[in-house]
């Protein structure tokens, strides 16, 4: 098994930044995707950013604003948001894979951007 729990969401104006984390803890062989999924009220969740082997991937809508990135060491994954907007206003729930088949998630932290 593995917990995630998230920390770093808040209220915040447009235009300013947060910075979310993840710390995994439990069994981490065998996990090789970490990333970030957002909900937005009355939406589907979705795929915010992750990290696979050291590579990265990002939805279209924060390219350039968002940065992800993974502690090994300390089994944490962060997501760096610059440049927020209220459409990133949002749950984030941090995502683990196992061997690519076995999700694991978090609790969610709330996001929201004020106009």
């Known amino acids: 098994q593995v917990q995630l729990v998230e920390s770093g969401g808040g209220l915040v104006q447009a235009g300013g930044s947060l910075k979310l984390s993840c710390a995994a803890s439990?069994?981490?062989?065998?996990?090789?995707?970490m990333g970030w999924y957002r909900q937005a009220p009355g939406k589907q969740r979705e795929l915010v950013a992750v990290?696979?082997?050291?590579?990265?991937n990002y939805a279209d809508s924060v390219k350039g604003r968002f940065t992800i990135s993974r502690d090994n060491a300390r089994n944490t994954v962060n997501l760096q948001m610059n440049s927020l907007k209220p459409d990133d206003t949002a749950v984030y729930y941090c995502?683990?894979?196992?061997?690519?088949?076995?999700?694991?998630w978090g609790k969610g932290t709330l996001v929201t951007v004020s106009s």
């Open positions: 995502n683990a894979k196992k061997w690519s088949t076995v999700d694991y």
């Open positions: 439990g069994n981490m062989f065998g996990i090789t995707t």
């Open positions: 990290i696979i082997s050291g590579n990265t």
